[in-house]
């Protein structure tokens, strides 16, 4: 349940004046059981790599392998790939489109070949997955919910196709900072209940730093590191890549200004232990 | 990707003839349509072909990539030139099969008919690819003033024509999104008769109006925040000109229809 991708190029607009080179020469491996995020400006490619790993742009040159299926196969298994992989645009509330939740989230298990009864299980176990409550809920219309249950509603209809591997494109983009937190502990939970194999794109280093275990950092379509939060993070020249530290990094950064050093840690959880650490080492001297 | 097909087609190279006054190319817009209809005998095509390759030339677009503008309307040439051929029965018999003739005048006049479609494709093709919509609409704001004293909405129309071409792009965008995102989730579009692929299209479709709709109601929302009024007299951003450019373009234009009209009239013989 990988994803390898080698020297992956994308030209949109082939022989237009808008030509656009959106990636140039990818190299990715995403194991199973990681957690992978991907950071970059906007427009440096990030939604094209993921668009790639589900067969939605049409491979043009290098090679993509997800699951064991070979996108460069002239006929490649399309359904069985999309099985394998919950993918979640950028304001996923939008594609929903049925008369009922019920509905919308039974309709990925339905298209992937479950029986009416088989997906309506599993659409009340993704339901429940979310954090919602399925009795009420499901004779609703997804239309009359609100922003943050619309969302949840959304990522129920991909996980109740039970997918391997989770690809989500900025999925807390326009969630207030309650919403933002509730997604990233569900991610969480799911990543410890159903799904282990997780591909984030985000533009919030603080979420990335918390949440990954390595980080992809893409720049003009080009892969310019590929390495953990905490190598990254802790970089003096980050800048020049037009990229934020998260606020704990910036913390510690600025404490040892100030002469108390503390570890590369980079949730608020760790710095929290590493500062209390720290002081009752010097309350012992 | 739809989005290389976005409406208009504009081919952006910032030749003479892309900075021409959107009011000349519409002006010219009507020259080619007319001279299509008038244009009877081999000759008058050879002028007006003459005349729009010159155009394609200052346009610095590559002439492939307007030819391929015909592509579109290729079955209508196909079934127009077939129609021609079999149902023309004056001139010598050439070939014929059971109750099919095919005659020398027959062919003759097919082939006017395809020069006369490509004209006209090609050169209102010409219009769209060296102007952006905005300026067309901008264009056709400032001919139809005039109908003001009418009591003709005219700015009104021209800004819900701008806005719908405006959005045209942007809900493109949409589309795409919306059917990655089904596909995602395993939808196919290609399978199964004319009623399971019109349901299929449901789950695009739902999206789109409804996404189409927040968008209006979003727009007049900011629309009204900021006071807009369609009515009172507002200036321009880019105030059309018109140049040296534009009266050369006028009288070239005139001249190549004027020839068009009188050989069509048979004052001059060809
Ligand atoms: N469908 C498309 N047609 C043409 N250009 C596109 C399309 N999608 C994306 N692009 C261009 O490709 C580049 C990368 O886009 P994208 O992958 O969306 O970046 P990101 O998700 O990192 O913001 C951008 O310059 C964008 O304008
Ligand atoms: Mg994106």
Known sequence: MSIVIKNLSCKYGAKTPFEKLALDGIDLTVREGESVGIIGATGSGKSTLLQHINALIKLQSGSVEVCGIDLTERKPDLKRLRKHIGMLFQYPEYQLFAETVREDVMFGPKNFGMKNEEAEDAARTAIGLVGMDWEEVKERSPLELSGGQKRRVAIAGVLAYKPDILVLDEPTAGLDPAGKKEMLDLITSLRQKTVSTVLTVSHNMDEIAAYCDRVVVLADGKKVFDTTPQELFYRDDLENFRLQKPHVVHIVELLAQKGVVLPHVLTEEALEDALLTYLRERRGK | ?270
């Open chain 2, 1 to 270: 990707m739809t989005r290389n097909v976005a409406f208009g087609q504009y081919y952006p190279t910032g030749s003479v003839i892309h900075r021409l006054d959107p009011r000349t190319k519409l002006f010219a817009g009507v020259v080619f349509i007319v001279c299509a209809f008038l244009a009877s005998s081999y000759w008058a095509y050879l002028i007006c072909y003459a005349f729009l390759f010159s155009v394609v030339l200052l346009s610095k677009i590559p002439p492939l990539q307007v030819l391929k503008t015909v592509k579109a309307v290729l079955a209508i040439v196909v079934v127009s030139v077939l129609i021609n051929l079999f149902f023309y029965d004056e001139g010598t018999v050439l070939f014929s099969w059971w109750k099919i003739k095919i005659t020398d005048g027959g062919l003759l006049y097919a082939g006017k008919m395809v020069l006369r479609i490509m004209f006209l494709v090609l050169s209102t093709s010409m219009i769209t690819l060296t102007s952006t919509p905005t300026e067309l609409t901008d264009g056709l704001e400032k001919i139809m003033t005039p109908l003001k004293y009418l009591r003709f909405p005219v700015h009104d129309v021209a800004i819900i024509m701008s806005i719908a071409l405006r959005f045209i792009p942007t809900l493109m965008e949409e589309t795409d999104k919306i059917i990655m995102a089904q596909k995602a989730r395993g939808a196919s579009f290609d399978h199964g008769g004319i009623v399971a692929r019109a349901k299929a299209m449901l789950p695009i479709l739902i999206p789109l109006f409804v996404s189409a709709f927040r968008r209006a109601d979003e727009l007049a929302l900011a629309l009204d925040a900021r006071c807009y009024n369609a009515t009172e007299a507002r200036t321009k951003m880019k105030v059309l000109r018109f140049t040296w450019a534009d009266l050369t373009a006028f009288l070239v234009l005139t001249a190549c229809l004027t020839i068009t009209a009188l050989i069509y009239a048979g004052v001059i013989p060809l």
